[in-house]
């Protein structure tokens, strides 16, 4: 059984299904509250939702783990498929990890009135599995697509969530001549964030498994243009991600009752950032930079958990 939850990463699903409920619960339901709107999409269909993300997530990671047994064992990685899960079983797993993705985010589109939306997650798990077997062999493609799929996972809520509301609060709307796209503003940017950070991560990644790319020929950021001008692409990123959220924070969030806001990306998203920037210059070949994955995750975890502040700040106004 434990092989099984490894070959799924229980961990990383249980951050995916977190992130969808933080999203709901500390995001979109505050902003709506402060207008005295409530939720709409019933709390079973959400959980449904989540199901369906969740199964999308653990059929990619099944299949990239079917198709990786080579350069994991290159780069010595626990490899799971072909030793203590055996191929066929492993490739019958994803066929119907995916097909219940399809058929429960189909249930929750068609209860939306947009059974249409049932095509993100036909599409999402396509892309993982070319992905796996070809995308991800291409100079960028992979690690730009992994960072979209991943963006998408808080976007989902609020795209699920905004039809019904329309629904409902239709005459308001129609009345005052507003919509509930400020929701998506609100989470496009959690999304943006985790866009950004999880392309980090990935190019991280690469700088990691340089052998194993080689031997698959790969075509992997520090194959194509070398490890040091790799190390130099990320430090820009790590300072582009730093100054988005400085500037997110100045353009929208500087609030003079808000003390809580200007420390917490200061000191849990933007000094591990610097941080990590200064382990990647340091970096060279063979380093298994624990450090510096710990870094990058922690900067998106706190990103994320930004929205418990939100939903603190917009509690204390309220009442």
Not at 51 to 61: D, F, K
Not at 142 to 166: D, K, N, R
Request: charged share 15%; net charge positive.
């Amino acid at each position: 059984m434990n092989s099984y939850l490894k070959l799924i990463r229980l961990p990383n699903l249980i951050i995916i299904a977190l992130t969808q409920y933080v999203m709901r619960y500390f995001i979109i339901q505050p902003i709506l509250g402060i207008n005295k709107i409530k939720l709409q999409l019933s709390d079973l269909d959400f959980a449904i939702l989540v199901l369906a993300t969740v199964c999308m997530a653990a059929a990619g990671y099944v299949i990239n783990d079917y198709f990786d047994t080579k350069p994991d064992r290159i780069n010595k990685k626990d490899v799971i498929v072909g030793r203590k899960v055996t191929r066929r079983i492993a490739l019958f797993l994803q066929q119907i990890i995916a097909a219940i993705s399809v058929l429960l985010g189909g249930y929750v589109s068609y209860k939306i009135g947009h059974w249409q939306f049932v095509f993100i997650f036909f599409m999402g798990g396509g892309l993982l599995w070319f992905y796996s077997t070809s995308y991800k062999y291409y100079f960028l493609l992979g690690s730009f697509l992994i960072a979209f799929i991943v963006a998408a996972i808080p976007f989902l809520v609020v795209i699920y969530e905004i039809p019904p509301l329309t629904i409902t609060y239709s005459e308001i709307l129609i009345a005052s001549k507003t919509n509930f796209n400020y929701l998506l503003y609100w989470v496009g940017a959690f999304s943006f964030f985790s866009f950004v950070g999880v392309l980090i991560a990935q190019f991280i990644r690469d700088l990691l498994s340089i052998k194993g790319d080689r031997e698959i020929n790969r075509r992997s950021l520090p194959i194509v243009i070398g490890l040091q001008w790799s190390k130099v692409a990320i430090i820009l990123l790590i300072l582009f991600l730093s100054v988005s959220v400085f500037g997110v924070w100045y353009q929208f969030l500087n609030a003079p009752l808000d003390q809580i806001t200007p420390w917490y990306f200061g000191v849990l998203i933007i000094f591990p950032l610097f941080l990590l920037a200064y382990r990647v210059y340091k970096f060279s070949e063979g380093n298994k930079f624990k450090t510096g994955i710990f870094l990058i995750r922690f900067a998106i975890l706190a990103g994320i958990s930004y929205a418990f502040v939100v939903n603190y700040i917009i509690n204390r106004t309220n009442f």
